[in-house]
């Protein structure tokens, strides 16, 4: 009888562990509420750019990617996605989708403008820049390299 309390009051602290464990990491993420204002931009493509994703102002985290959606007018992405309460955005900023690093995720970067009228909630960001494609920049210097092999490369008869 006293090792079915004892294994009861284990089982127990295991499952109060792992509650803890589940609500750490759920306020240590970005889900639920966003929180501040929302804004949008369009883009000509958003590869690799998800829901969830950082915005950023100068390398620090503002906001996040609410979600992406495809203008049926003008058939570019559109992103709608949120920037914490009191940072006021001049109505000339700019958008860019960038990556982390050659192979990484890709986040919304903001370059703040000069104008002295700020984005109100719902705003718009109309001066973008599209996320680059690594897949095309390969195939477009392949293809400019015209078959030849690279320089010192060995493969021909000396002259």
Not at 13 to 27: E, H
Not at 119 to 136: F, H, K, M, R
Not at 150 to 158: E, R, Y
Request: no cysteine.
């Amino acid at each position: 009888m006293s090792h079915n309390i004892v294994e009861t009051i284990l089982g127990a602290l295991v499952l109060l562990v792992a509650v803890g464990f589940v609500g750490w990491a759920y306020g240590r993420s970005d889900v639920g509420d966003p929180g501040g204002y929302t804004l949008s931009a369009s883009f000509d493509r958003v590869d690799g750019l998800l829901p969830g994703a950082d915005v950023r102002v100068s390398g620090i985290k503002v906001g996040r990617v609410i979600d992406t959606s495809l203008d049926p007018v003008t058939f570019r992405a559109r992103v709608r996605f949120s920037v914490i309460s009191g940072l006021e955005l001049p109505a000339d900023s700019s958008a860019a989708i960038v990556s982390t690093g050659l192979l990484g995720s890709k986040y919304l970067s903001l370059l703040p403008g000069a104008d002295d009228v700020a984005l109100a909630p719902g705003g718009e960001i109309t001066l973008t820049q599209s996320s680059v494609n690594l897949e095309d920049l390969i195939g477009r210097y392949i293809f400019s390299q015209g078959g030849q092999s690279p320089a010192g490369a060995g493969g021909g008869a000396a002259p």
